[in-house]
């Protein structure tokens, strides 16, 4: 078990790298954007990738995670490579050219008074979408034979890539346009697309990216099978049904806030600061992520030995610790952390703490999740989806027009907070996990009140004072976990080299 869980640890840190990196990277354009460009103009980039991201659930309907479970229990891995890629590339193909018939429809349903969407944008962002889907099994086979180390040299080279163009179009060209210059950068850049390089730098990398996968697609003999197929197909939809409502819990928001405001004009100006607070996030997003992509060919891997259940369990306890530390390390430092973003976004901050908490939840329940995907339940993994994306509908249609984007993040923690709980309650009856509650409930109560302690001298002027004393809670917080799990976690690498001699 202890050798188990430092093997999902070391793949952690290699994945972490290959997302942490690539996204603290990719998050250096929020900082530069929000900077650049208006809170209307960045709306338009908060939108469409929150399009993107929805769309993307579409166009893959669940066949990553279907190909780790038929790849972990067929004998013939090609076969099952081959046919979820030409399933996906197929399916592309058409959802794509479908798209990009109705994209002028599409960019004028979308501007509004103070931000118009011209058509590239749209066509830009559906083939982001679709290569986007052509990526996904090359990379998730990467991921079956635990080539972390590729994987995540080639995230790493897609966001370079795409940051240096992005940082190539709208600061070396804008600036020589913007100066008038007279040469070669100056006549790259159109002014009518403006932020819209951001999209096309995307694009651009994504191709790159397909480029160096051509290897996984030339390796894998073509070995197509019908039958096959329709099985994927059967696990696959209850997934892609969880896969839509869980965007719904986490882009809706983005989507829907302009159109159910009542002052239009301030529409796509709260959208654009909803967006770029949402950013702050970034820890705890980049590490559920870099957990995520570890922990599911690890759990399914796990699953045939007979202490998997307790690995399962300590698992949990201490990705949700780490958690509850990256949210005390944001919040308690938001005093210089809110430079991250232009001065016109920051009277949004006040919704950071509240959107922690809710990828806090959001990844408690990608760690129940095994169950009904070790199971082959996933209908339920579905209907925990559901209950989730009517919370975030219900919430946000009553609430965003009295408090505007406050109400989309109060929405986002309700809804996955519901489904953790919910996923819990059917987990303990069907797979039923001993999960130490009580230890996760004091770590939380601990944190939670570190939080609020900080309240009570927020009425100090002084920056530096207010941030020593929030890290001063910080590093108690750290130093009760280091007491009280120490002696659990010698025993556990002690268990671990003795696996690892007898092994």
């Keep these: 078990m202890a050798s188990g869980i430092k093997k999902l640890a070391g793949q952690t840190v290699i994945y972490g790298l290959g997302t942490i990196v690539p996204r603290f990277l990719n998050y250096l354009l929020t900082p530069f954007l929000t900077y650049g460009f208006t809170a209307a103009e960045f709306g338009i980039n908060s939108e469409l990738y929150a399009y993107i991201s929805f769309l993307n659930v579409i166009f893959t309907y669940g066949m990553e995670t279907t190909f780790f479970n038929f790849n972990s229990k067929l004998e013939n891995k090609n076969e ?7 399933s996906l590339f197929l399916s592309s193909i058409v959802f794509s050219l479908l798209l990009i018939i109705f994209s002028s429809t599409l960019a004028g349903a979308l501007s509004t ?8 944008f749209i066509i830009w962002s559906i083939l982001i979408i679709a290569t986007d889907a052509l990526m996904v099994i090359p990379f998730a086979n990467l991921r ?7 994987f995540s040299l080639l995230k790493l080279s897609n966001v370079i890539v795409n940051v ?17 210059e007279q040469n070669f950068y100056s006549e790259l850049y159109n002014p009518e697309i403006g932020i819209g390089y951001a999209f096309l730098a995307n694009l651009l990398a994504n191709i ?15 070995n197509f099978n019908t039958e096959l197929l329709k099985d994927m197909l059967r696990y696959a939809w209850p997934l892609l049904i969880l896969g839509l409502a869980g965007m ?7 989507i829907i806030l302009k159109k159910l405001m009542v002052d239009k004009s301030e529409a796509q100006v709260a959208q654009g600061i909803y967006g770029a607070c949402y950013k702050i996030a970034i820890l705890m997003t980049i590490f559920i992520q870099a957990f995520r992509f570890a922990a599911e060919p690890f759990f399914f891997g796990k699953a045939k030995e007979k202490d998997s259940q307790k690995s399962y369990a300590l698992i949990m306890k201490y990705f949700i610790i780490f958690c509850l530390f990256l949210f005390l390390g944001t919040v308690m430092n938001l005093d210089w952390i809110q430079y991250f973003i232009g001065d016109n976004f920051r009277s949004g901050l006040k919704v950071v703490p509240i959107l922690l908490l809710a990828n806090l939840c959001l990844g408690v329940v990608y760690n129940l999740s095994i169950w009904y995907k070790l199971s082959g339940q996933t209908k339920f993994g579905a209907i ?11 919430i946000n249609v009553i609430f965003i027009p009295t408090y505007s984007y406050v109400a989309c993040a109060w929405a986002t923690l309700s809804a996955y907070a519901g489904m953790m709980v919910l996923s819990y309650i059917l987990g303990q009856k069907y797979f039923p996990i001993k999960y130490n509650i009580r230890a996760l409930s004091v770590y939380t109560i601990v944190a939670l009140g570190f939080y609020f302690l900080s309240f009570s001298y927020q009425g100090i002027e002084n920056t530096i004072v207010r941030v020593l004393l929030n890290n001063l809670l910080v590093i108690l917080f750290a130093g009760m976990v280091y007491k009280l ?3 659990n976690l010698k025993k556990l690498r002690a268990n671990g080299n003795t696996s690892n001699q007898s092994n």
């Design 113 to 120: 008074p103070n931000a118009i969407y011209p058509t590239q």
């Design 144 to 150: 079956a034979e635990n080539k972390a180390i590729k």
């Design 248 to 254: 719904v819990n986490e882009t809706l928001d983005r």
């Design 80 to 86: 099952v490579f081959s046919t979820a890629l030409t």
């Design 485 to 487: 799990e120490f002696s």
């Design 208 to 222: 790159f990216t397909l480029l160096f996968l051509g290897k996984q697609f030339l390796s894998i003999k073509l």
């Design 384 to 394: 925990i989806a559901i209950v989730g994306a009517v919370i975030t509908i219900v």
């Design 164 to 180: 240096g163009l992005t940082i190539f179009f709208l600061k070396i060209c804008r600036s020589a346009y913007l100066n008038n």
